[in-house]
């Protein structure tokens, strides 16, 4: 009963005209924003935060709000349009944009638009139910718990890429050993970085993935000379019952996952999306479609993306840890109002956390409200001629780059990463694995070494801590049953 | 060319960067772990991998796709033109640049097309710092 009355003075809050006002426009600036490629919610966020400075805590905080998950949509929109995606839309760029090369890009924005919805609500649910408890969930885990989640991580490589399993591992190796380039976090020695200093905070996961998807992507189509994109001026944008029935699962599935990797430190969306996509490939009925442009792929990855955008704010609002640079940001927000999150936020500022959780949920009706009816608008980009269509993208990833840390090596990055993207698509090699090899690289030694250094060396503490010991029994049989499946199905093949 | 023997001979050679690179730290021990343990262990593993692909090479015919050398030359030196021309001299240089550069790749090259869409970014980025405050080096 408390949770519901505390609930309602939360719609309160977040109802009055002037924090829908600020809900509205930070949803849609957001949106605007996180269209462009390169420029996702860090960027976002960063450049629209000093505007929050004169305004109220409770409308602050909803604004920002807004512009997180305004531009994790546009994000979306970039990533399934023109292949240009940013962290937490890389999944997008699979079967999203090869639903827009088969001419369905209005559904394929509409399933993510909508599945955004369901992913939200999703996250909402789990924040106004669970948020007190599920805070004690992150204590349980520790550097080998970690250590086991991102092994995990990497056994999902089999179930993400859609090509050879061999180089779906060998890409996703490469991606952590890309992920070693910079200053250790351990020892502070700087690793492989040939004597430049702008490699000692590593490579950025924007510079990477605008080279290895975008820029990839626009010399393919030049290659191909693609004069335009297959958007014909006519968008079908309401999905058939079908589409609905299959939308609808993937959906539910995406958010569940979304919602518990959302609550882990260095999870959140970047790793949820992952998630999503390989239960679909395991679990959906439509799993051997994956891959090729199946709704599937677009619905489960939005999904997952908004329940951990939303439930990411649990360990930050509940214990004051910000899991992302995302969630980083908005602690450095709070502490600009004069807020410190942890154990004591509910109870001192109930207001803005109930307010908060309330306008998650209005600001996903604002993104479908407004996004949907705007989609035609945000395609009629494709009506430009390529030949000006395709500098303005690289002008755009150039500043995207750039304006994350003012720091104009980080094209150079993006130039050299978009030559080896290029030798990738050439060699018929998915970026995807990579980029979950890249992202979870980091973590997975952090929490590797810290794991041998507690336990002096000893491997047995994988087994003796029980969530580690379930986690490695997880894998083990994922291995064997992809172990078995090959071995059979290669017999069959005999 | 053979795609599985290019794919391999690629995982080999960087396996080998990082293997190599990666001797130049402390490995430590188990106990203590350096910073070469992690990408030394990864890059080992990469060789293996690579060293299948090569094997697996031999029993399949599977070419690679065409490389057009022209497009991807383009759009990096565009990037790194756009790169330069902004640190040693501004912005505005840069977009006049990587617009230059990019058209070389365009179906129809057009100077009029050229000089109206470097106007449009300049004025493009120009609201980009003006209106949301990035920090871009328009001119100096």
């Not at chain 1, 490695?472 to 090959?486: P, R």
């Not at chain 2, 697996?56 to 021309?85: D, M, P, W, Y």
Request: aromatic share 10%.
């Amino acid at each position: 009963m408390e949770i519901i009355s505390h609930l309602v003075d939360g719609f309160g809050a977040a109802l009055s005209i002037q924090n829908l006002i600020y809900c509205a426009i930070g949803c849609f600036v957001g949106t605007l924003i996180g269209l462009l490629p390169g420029l996702g919610p860090i960027a976002t966020i960063s450049l629209l935060l000093p505007l929050t400075y004169a305004m109220p805590n409770t409308g602050a905080i909803i604004m920002l709000a807004g512009i997180y998950y305004g531009a994790q949509y546009g994000d979306s929109v970039s990533a399934i349009t023109m292949k240009i995606p940013h962290a937490s839309s890389i999944i997008a760029c699979i079967d999203g944009h090869k639903m827009h090369l088969q001419g369905r890009t209005g559904l394929a924005l509409f399933t993510a638009g909508i599945s955004s919805f369901i992913g939200g609500t999703v996250g909402f649910v789990v924040i106004v139910l669970f948020a007190p408890m599920l805070s004690d969930v992150a204590f349980l885990f520790g550097p080998p718990e970690y250590c086991m989640l991102m092994v995990l991580g990497f056994v999902c490589v089999s179930l993400v890429t859609t090509g050879s399993l061999l180089d779906g591992v060998a890409m996703a190796m490469i991606g952590v050993l890309l992920g070693a380039i910079g200053t250790d976090v351990n020892s502070g020695v700087m690793r492989y970085t040939m004597g430049f200093s702008f490699l000692a905070d590593g490579i950025g996961v924007i510079s990477i993935a605008i080279g290895c998807f975008g820029i990839a992507e626009i010399v393919a189509n030049l290659d191909n000379k693609n004069t335009l994109t297959p958007f014909n001026g006519v968008i079908r944008l309401w999905p058939s019952w079908e589409d609905f029935k299959r939308i609808i699962p993937s959906a539910l599935r995406g958010s569940v996952v979304g919602s518990i990797l959302g609550l882990l430190p260095g999870g959140g969306p970047t790793m949820a999306q992952f998630g999503a996509y390989a239960v679909d490939k395991k679990f959906s009925r439509y799993r051997d479609e994956i891959g090729s442009g199946a709704i599937e792929g677009v619905a489960g990855q939005a999904a997952a993306d908004e329940a951990a955008a939303r439930t990411s704010f649990i360990p930050l609002m509940t214990i004051g840890i910000p899991e992302n640079a995302v969630m980083a940001l908005m602690l450095s927000a709070l502490m600009l109002k004069g807020i410190a999150p942890g154990p004591q936020m509910i109870l001192n500022h109930a207001d803005l956390f109930w307010g908060l959780v309330a306008s998650m949920w209005i600001g996903n009706i604002f993104l479908v409200i407004l996004n949907v009816p705007l989609v035609k608008y945000w395609l009629s980009v494709f009506r430009i001629p390529y030949d000006v269509l395709f500098p303005c993208i690289i002008f755009f990833c150039a500043i995207g780059t750039f304006s994350i840390n003012n720091n104009i090596d980080d094209i150079y990055i993006t130039a050299a990463a978009g030559v080896l993207g290029y030798i990738f698509l050439k060699l018929g090699l998915e970026a995807a694995p990579l980029m979950l090899g890249f992202i979870l690289g980091p973590m997975l030694e952090e929490n590797f070494r810290r794991t041998l250094t507690i336990s002096r060396g000893d491997f047995s503490v994988f087994v003796t801590q029980p969530i580690s010991c379930v986690i490695l029994a997880v894998v083990v049989s994922i291995v064997l049953v992809t172990a078995f499946k090959s071995m059979f199905f290669s017999e069959v093949k005999k | 060319m053979n795609r599985k023997l290019l794919t391999g001979l690629l995982y080999i050679i960087i396996s080998a960067i990082f293997f190599i690179g990666g001797l130049s730290y402390q490995f430590n021990n188990f106990e203590n772990p350096g910073p070469a343990l992690f990408p030394v262990l990864i890059s080992v593993m990469l060789f293996v991998l690579g060293a299948t692909s090569v094997a697996q090479s031999f029993r399949t015919t599977e070419q690679i796709g065409v490389i057009h050398i022209k497009n991807i030359a383009t759009i990096v030196l565009g990037l790194v033109g756009f790169a330069v021309a902004t640190e040693y001299l501004d912005m505005v240089a840069g977009i006049t640049v990587l617009v230059a550069i990019t058209s070389f790749s365009a179906l129809t090259p057009s100077l009029s097309q050229n000089i109206k869409l470097t106007i449009g970014l300049v004025a493009v980025a120009f609201v980009f710092k003006n209106l949301l405050g990035l920090n871009l080096p328009l001119w100096k």
